[in-house]
């Protein structure tokens, strides 16, 4: 599994990918846990507002702050 944090470095997108690994921890799943900053890479996904995550390559949500359980139950 591939999960991508988008997001430019703002403090939510750095809770996200927080979040992202406490929920991988807590579930007992693994993942390869990427954190996207450039704006062209993000465009490419059509995400329009951060942070956003993706899953294997697949939009979850953008513009908001997942939290932990959220998170979990995407995986």
Do not use: H, R
Request: hydrophobic fraction near 45%; include cysteine; glycine fraction near 10%.
């Amino acid at each position: 599994m591939k999960i991508e944090v988008l997001g430019t470095g703002c403090a939510k997108c750095k809770t996200l990918y927080e979040n992202v690994k406490k929920a991988l921890e807590e579930s007992g799943k693994s993942a390869e846990v990427v954190k996207v900053e450039d704006i062209p890479s993000i465009m490419k996904y059509g995400v329009m507002s951060t942070p956003a995550l993706v899953i294997d390559g697949q939009v979850k949500f953008s513009g908001k702050l997942a939290s932990v359980a959220e998170i979990i139950g995407m995986l």
